[in-house]
């Protein structure tokens, strides 16, 4: 088992790109999320969903949109990023208990 | 709603002496709560949680934390310190019933000396 993996490890982008960040999980968890973190302030949710072809507003969800077409994959999408999206996101899956990928570090310049 | 406070941004403990990282909750539900580690540059593992079993969670790697409802706090202990617990300490409180609404302390970094 591999777990949850994130695709890709690192990004730099320009103010105003687009970019779309992969999360796949091979457990067969319905529920799955997408939180930023940042230094001093924990772990933030974004978004998260409940099932294929689900998802719900997190905490911090403006600027982020997400997709869920397939049970073992979340999206998660910067349409025009900022610099204050810079920050290492994070995959989870599982409802109890939550697993998390290794993250991936974007730096918006 | 509920929230999280780790009363420590840092811990600084020699080898083999006793860890202490503190945790004080808030939350209108029974809660759920968890301590995740992360080490550097890695995602978050779950050391352990509770979830309104037994207030004495014994975790992975030798931790524990004691739920105490009256002090609305969930300290972590280990009794022993070793090189390798030297990581991020995140205190997570969640829903009875619903981990959609997870909320994270701000962490407690552990610096393990030897």
């Known amino acids: 088992n591999a777990g949850v993996t994130q695709t890709p490890k690192f990004r730099v982008l320009k103010t105003g790109q687009s970019m779309t960040l992969l999360c796949a999980q091979d457990m067969n968890h319905e529920y799955m999320y997408w939180y930023r973190q940042d230094p001093g302030m924990g772990l933030r949710l974004i978004h998260y969903s409940v099932g294929e072809g689900t998802t719900a507003k997190g905490e911090v969800p403006d600027g982020y949109n997400v997709s869920r077409l397939k049970k073992q994959n979340f999206l998660l999408g910067l349409e025009s990023a900022a610099p204050s999206q810079t920050s290492v996101y994070f995959c989870?899956?599982?409802?109890?208990?939550?697993?998390f990928g290794p993250g991936t570090r974007l730096t918006v310049t | 709603a509920q929230s999280v406070t780790q009363l420590d941004s840092h811990v600084s403990v020699s080898e083999g002496t006793p860890v202490l990282l503190r945790c004080n909750y808030s939350?209108?539900?029974?809660?759920?709560l968890f301590w995740y580690v992360q080490h550097p540059n890695k995602g978050l593992q779950l050391l352990l949680k509770y979830t309104s079993a037994a207030t004495l969670v014994k975790g992975i790697n030798g931790f524990e934390a004691e739920f105490k409802k009256s002090e609305t706090s969930f300290h972590l202990t280990k009794p022993s310190a070793h090189m390798s617990d030297a990581a991020e300490y995140f205190c997570v409180v969640s829903g009875a019933y619903n981990n959609n609404d997870m909320r994270f302390g701000a962490g407690t970094r552990l610096t393990v000396k030897p």
């Open positions: 989870a899956s599982g409802r109890s208990e939550q697993y």
């Open positions: 939350s209108s539900y029974s809660p759920s």
